[in-house]
């Protein structure tokens, strides 16, 4: 896989622009207060309106979706460092 350069990226992505963040964990804690409160630490602005918590099926796991105003690339890319080190986090798109 080809990895972008920075000006690359920044073609790619016109900033700002709405983002929407996606994550996936186990339904059995506060999956979703855990992942506002690591994005919010990078997207202050974020509302309560652009979180949504959608169950599996079976109702052990949990994505949360959380759109932001992205602001650049460097800002994704702390979001996304803080989410991976997140032990509760088992997957981000």
């Given at each position: 896989?080809?990895?972008?350069?920075?000006?690359?990226?920044?073609?790619?992505?016109?900033?700002?622009?709405?983002?929407?963040?996606?994550?996936?964990?186990?339904?059995?804690?506060?999956?979703?207060?855990?992942?506002?409160?690591?994005?919010?630490?990078?997207?202050?602005?974020?509302?309560?309106?652009?979180?949504?918590?959608?169950?599996?099926?079976?109702?052990?796991?949990?994505?949360?979706?959380?759109?932001?105003?992205a602001?650049?690339?460097?800002?994704?890319?702390?979001?996304?460092?803080?989410?991976?080190?997140?032990?509760?986090?088992?997957?981000?798109l």
């Amino acid at each position: 896989m080809t990895e972008l350069t920075d000006n690359q990226h920044n073609e790619l992505m016109d900033y700002p622009c709405k983002f929407t963040i996606k994550t996936m964990g186990y339904a059995n804690i506060e999956f979703d207060v855990i992942v506002v409160d690591i994005i919010r630490r990078h997207a202050p602005d974020i509302s309560d309106h652009s979180v949504k918590s959608t169950f599996s099926k079976t109702k052990k796991y949990v994505s949360v979706s959380i759109t932001i105003t992205a602001q650049n690339k460097q800002q994704m890319d702390a979001i996304y460092q803080d989410l991976t080190d997140c032990e509760h986090v088992l997957m981000s798109l």
